[in-house]
Structures are given as structure tokens and as C-alpha cells.
């Protein structure tokens, strides 16, 4: 850095004031690096690290390194084109030296994690800069321009893709962005930047060509035109993929990863079977850019930032997604923001946004796991989470979650047509860095509080005995508790307490006025370990996880238990549990009447302590 920048640095930095609620202040800058430096350390997901770790093959198979990934993994394909791999190869070269290549692409090295992290962090940060000169070519002056690059630092679904999921979309990002820079600069030769940088967005990620059609078509309206800048920006792709189209590895790594499977949701209407809503939306954006023209550089502006907005809801609305990949809608989204007279509310609908998804995700896709390759691996060494996220957070409907996420979307495309475009541009929303910095608070703390919740019952001790309650039911058939008919399932103890015993519920729709009888006994003595009474009347929620004992009971590690439920209910005043169809070896199965084995299971979730 040059002394005059470091000068330059120097006096904004005294000229910032401690903490004042309409400016970016000292405080601002000291909590943000605090925040962001300790999520830098503790999250990290495994994909970063099986990438990272996979890009060492180029430096001895460069030619075939789709053959040799497949060898390497055993049946476990490298999913990217080779500009993923190529960016970490050079990344990695520093730790080549030091350390060698990994063994394989499994290995948790915690030094290796944070090497390959930094590297799509200091392009998020390179990328916020871009997003100042952006805004600076629309108007929107220094001091709101500072503030556009600091929100994007501190936007949440930016720290969430960045920080906390620690992924490498922002190699996208950041083409996009220098494209969206080219494209409002408008002076020669920019257009074909503007067009070479999508490309090479594309190759990272395929959404990018969407983006880059619909503000093409915006802005040039003649064909010839059209295919000028379409052939430069499909050639970052075709330099990747004709070296490769031999390989059969490649076909079925790359090209065949379905790749385009997020756009396969066609739906009836009428006696019209199979429509894609997400390929009908794109091509009514498409038309809609074509047809409108933009005479001023500020209306092609706000008509850019509208039909792009509208292209992210078409991409994350009306099709299938990866919750890292919505920091492709960030830059747009931003610059709306700042352009939009409604600013204020985009950023707090996006707090809604945020916890569905966090909410949403935990159940299968995104969860505590990610502590597991930051710091906090030497705490958890390799132990299983017994609490999850989706546990902790409680709210299981993921229609409405869903939905709350496909409104906040939609809202953001519609609420930001031109017509609520501001012609004040230099004048910042009152409250907005007020919204922004809730919003950061919340992305982080609505993540970060449930994962270390989720990582102290892992100190604790906890841990799973069993648990298939992620079963359909419909595999499963109904086994009553009642007078008639007793359950007795047996299980292993993988720690010395049994802290819990869950049962998921069949209710019938009706109100169970009764109780059962629980007793957990050891299978090779029958020394009784717990016993007790479990009242049925509250247990309202259908096809839920009841509750059955009252821990903790100790137990022996290692040795088969039996639980056994009666019940002095009648038939048509008992619950049921489920049984599910045991695997072939399996030893944890259903007892029938006379202790005999059969092939069911109790659909069940228990818990332990292992200390």
C-alpha cells in the first residue's frame, strides 16, 4: 500500500466517529471485524474442505484430473468445471510446498481449512470494493457508496454464504460484479468486458448466463448485437469444456451432475402437463427487457437492477437451490436497496428470510455440523451432534417456512420496480444503517446460538443410543399400546446414562384419556434399570415425538436394553406407535409377545450421555 493511501486510510479513520446511529462509526468497524473474524474460525463446511483438498491432483494430473479425482474418492465425482479447481490449485501452492498434497479429500486439517477459506474471503472484501465503484457510477455519491460496500460486508446472506457456510460462490459474485461494473460504465470496449466477465462467472456457476442474457437484452436491441456479446461470453465455458469433452469422467462429473436439475419443476395446468415455471418466468423477463427501452442511463439503471431482481426470484423462487448459492442475489438486491425508496423494508424482510432459511435448511442440508472442520473440531473430536439445530429451533412446518421465503423473494422483485426508484440518490434512508446493522446481528446470532447450544451438548457428553425417526410413515405400520397389545423393542447403550426415550405418536385424531406403563430392563438378566407411568391425555400433536421416561437412568455402556410398554387402554382409546421394517443384520428389533425376535422396528429417538 502506497504511504498516500495509508495516510488516506489513516484520516478516515480519526475522522469516524465512536458510534453514531446515521454513520458507519469506529464501533461498527471493531464489532464487524470481531464478528466476522471469530466466524472465520469457527465455521467451516465440508465442501470448501473436499475442494481445497481435491485441487492438489492437478499438480500431477492436469490432463486428467477428472479420472484421477474419480479414482482418488472411489465413485465420488468432482462436480465443477476446471476453474474451481484451477483457483485453489494456485492458492495452494504455498501449503503444496510446505506440507505435500492431503492423502485424500477427506482430510480435516484445521491450518488447511482456514488456507482455503481465506481465499473466497479476500475475494468477498475485493468484491465489496467493486460494489463502491458501482455505486459511485449511479449516483450515488461517496458517503452513500461507503455505505453500500459496508453493507455488503455485512449483509447476512453474504456472512452467512462467506462465514459461516464458507463456500466459494463468490468466484461467481465477483465476476458478476466487475460484468455489472462494465455494463454501467458503458465506454468502449466495455460492453465486451461486461460480457467476458459473465463468462467467466458461468463457469463457476451456469445461473450467472441468466443474469447476463436479461441485462443484455435490455441494453442491446439489435440480433447482431446480441450474438456479438453472447460469443465472447460462452467462451470461458467452451475453453473448459472442449479440452475435456473426451473424457468420459468429465461427462459424468460435470456434465452429468444435473447440473440444470434445479430448473426441473414443471406443473399441470388444465390439460397442460409438465410446465416449467421458472423456464416460462425467465423467457417473460427476457421479452419484457427486449421490448423496453431505456433512453437515460438512469432509467437503463434502475431498469437493470428491477429485470435482475426478477431473474433472482425466478433462479431461488421457482426452483431448486443450495442455501449458498442466494449470495448470487446479493449485489442486485444491495443496489436495490440503496436505489429504492423502500430500502429500509427490503433489509428487514430480510431478517425473515434469514431465519426460515437457517430454520429450513438445519433439517438435512445446514446445521452444527459445519463447527466440525473451524476451531471447535478439537472440542468435538469427531463425536456426533445429539442435539440439532432443527431440534433446538422447535418450528417443524417447512411448508409455511417455505413459503415465507418464496414472499420475502417475490417482494423483493416486485416492491423494487422502477416506479419506487428514488431520484434522491446521494440521500441515505433515515434508519437504514440502523436496519443493517440488526440484520447483521441477526443473520449471525439466529446461526451462531443454536450451533453452540448444539455444540455444548457435544461437551456434555450427549449422544444418539438410536434414532430412525426421520422414517416415512408411510412405510411404517401402526402397533398399539393398549391392553390387548404391548410394545418391547430392544436397543444398545452407547453411553453409561439414558437421559431420553422419544416415541413418535400415532394419536388417531382423538383424545387418549389414559397412560402407559414403561419399563426399560436389561435384555441378558432382566434387572430392571427404570420404571414408570407416562400420561397419554396430553399428547395432542399428531404423529409427533412423545416423551416416554424420565431420565436420567444409568445404564451399562455397551449392553442390550428392553423397553417394554403397556397400557390398560381399550383399543379405541389408545395411542400407537409405528414399526418400521428392520434391516437384514440388524440386532435392535421389535420383540414379538413370547421375547421372540421379528423383523420390525419402533420408530424411536433415544438419548445418552458417554462420559
Known amino acids: 500500500m502506497k504511504k498516500k493511501d495509508r495516510e488516506t486510510l489513516f484520516s478516515r479513520w480519526k475522522g469516524l466517529p465512536l458510534l453514531k446511529s446515521e454513520e458507519i462509526s469506529k464501533l461498527d468497524i471493531i464489532v464487524t471485524i470481531a464478528v466476522l473474524a471469530f466466524l472465520y474460525i469457527a465455521f467451516v463446511h465440508g465442501d470448501i474442505r473436499v475442494t481445497g483438498n481435491r485441487s492438489f491432483l492437478l499438480y500431477k494430473h492436469p490432463f486428467d484430473f477428472y479420472k484421477a479425482s474419480f479414482e482418488q474418492s472411489g465413485n465420488f465425482y468432482a462436480n465443477y468445471m476446471p476453474s474451481t479447481f484451477i483457483a485453489f490449485a494456485v492458492w495452494n501452492l504455498p501449503l503444496y510446498l510446505l506440507k505435500g498434497a492431503p492423502a485424500d479429500n477427506t482430510v480435516n486439517s484445521f491450518v488447511s481449512n482456514m488456507w482455503y477459506k481465506l481465499l473466497p474471503v479476500l475475494l468477498y472484501f475485493i468484491t465489496a470494493h467493486v460494489i463502491y465503484k458501482i455505486a459511485l457510477l449511479l449516483g450515488f455519491g461517496e458517503k452513500k457508496a461507503r455505505l453500500c460496500k459496508y453493507a455488503f460486508i455485512i449483509f447476512p ?17 465477483f465476476f458478476v460484479v466487475v460484468g455489472l461494473y462494465f455494463y454501467f460504465k458503458g465506454e468502449k470496449w466495455d460492453m465486451l468486458k461486461f460480457a467476458l466477465a459473465f463468462g467467466m462467472a458461468a463457469t463457476f456457476k451456469y445461473q450467472a448466463l441468466a443474469y447476463f442474457l436479461i441485462l443484455l437484452v435490455l441494453k442491446e436491441k439489435k440480433i447482431r448485437n446480441i450474438i456479438k456479446y453472447a ?15 473426451s473424457s468420459p469422467y468429465f461427462h459424468r462429473s460435470v456434465l452429468g451432475f444435473g447440473a440444470l436439475d434445479f430448473v426441473d419443476n414443471g406443473f399441470d395446468v388444465g390439460f397442460i402437463s409438465g410446465i416449467n415455471l421458472m423456464m416460462a418466468m425467465a423467457a417473460f423477463l427476457l421479452v419484457w427487457a427486449y421490448q423496453r427501452k431505456t433512453t437515460a442511463p438512469g432509467e437503463l439503471q434502475s431498469w437493470a437492477l428491477f429485470l435482475t431482481t426478477g431473474m433472482s426470484f425466478t433462479l431461488f423462487g421457482l426452483a431448486n437451490w443450495n442455501p449458498q448459492w442466494l449470495l448470487l442475489i446479493v449485489p442486485f438486491l444491495l443496489l436495490s436497496i440503496f436505489r429504492n425508496k423502500n430500502g429500509n423494508l427490503f433489509v428487514m424482510i430480510t431478517n425473515i428470510l434469514m431465519a426460515a432459511m437457517y430454520i429450513f435448511m438445519s433439517h438435512s442440508l445446514v446445521g452444527a455440523g459445519v463447527l466440525t472442520g473451524g476451531i471447535f473440531k478439537y472440542l468435538i473430536k469427531g463425536r456426533q451432534f445429539a442435539t440439532s439445530m432443527w431440534d433446538i429451533y422447535g418450528f417443524h412446518d417447512e411448508t409455511l417456512l417455505a413459503t415465507a421465503i418464496w414472499v420475502v423473494l417475490l417482494a423483493y422483485f416486485v416492491f423494487n420496480h422502477p416506479r419506487f426508484h428514488t431520484n434522491q440518490r446521494t440521500e441515505v434512508s433515515r434508519g ?19 450451533a453452540f447450544l448444539c455444540l455444548a451438548s457435544v461437551v456434555r457428553g450427549e449422544v444418539i443410543f438410536k434414532d430412525n425417526s426421520s422414517t416415512e410413515l408411510a412405510e411404517c405400520v401402526e402397533v398399539d399400546v393398549s391392553e390387548d397389545s404391548s410394545v418391547r423393542q430392544l436397543f444398545y447403550a452407547d453411553g453409561n446414562t439414558l437421559t431420553d426415550i422419544q416415541m413418535k405418536m400415532c394419536l388417531h385424531y382423538r383424545i387418549n384419556d389414559s397412560y402407559m406403563n414403561v419399563v426399560v430392563r436389561s435384555h441378558e438378566n432382566g434387572t430392571v434399570v427404570y420404571e414408570g407411568q407416562v400420561d397419554t391425555l396430553p399428547f395432542t400433536s399428531e404423529d409427533a415425538l412423545y416423551s416416554v421416561i424420565e431420565g436420567p437412568v444409568e445404564v451399562e455402556k455397551g449392553q442390550l436394553y428392553e423397553l417394554e410398554l403397556t397400557s390398560p387402554a381399550v383399543e379405541i382409546g389408545c395411542i400407537s406407535g409405528y414399526y418400521k421394517e428392520a434391516g437384514e443384520d440388524e440386532t435392535e428389533v421389535a420383540l414379538d409377545e413370547n421375547g421372540n425376535h421379528t423383523d420390525q422396528q419402533l420408530i424411536m429417538k433415544i438419548r445418552g450421555i458417554d462420559k
Open 157 to 173: 446472506i453474504g456472512v452467512y454464504s462467506q462465514f459461516i457456510f464458507s463456500q466459494y460462490d463468490i468466484f461467481t459474485v
Open 231 to 245: 460469443v465472447p461470453a460462452l467462451a470461458p465455458l467452451a475453453a473448459e469444456v472442449l479440452p475435456n469433452w
Open 432 to 450: 437504514l444503517l440502523n436496519q443493517l446493522r440488526a440484520a447483521f446481528a441477526v443473520g449471525v446470532l439466529a446461526f451462531a446460538v443454536p
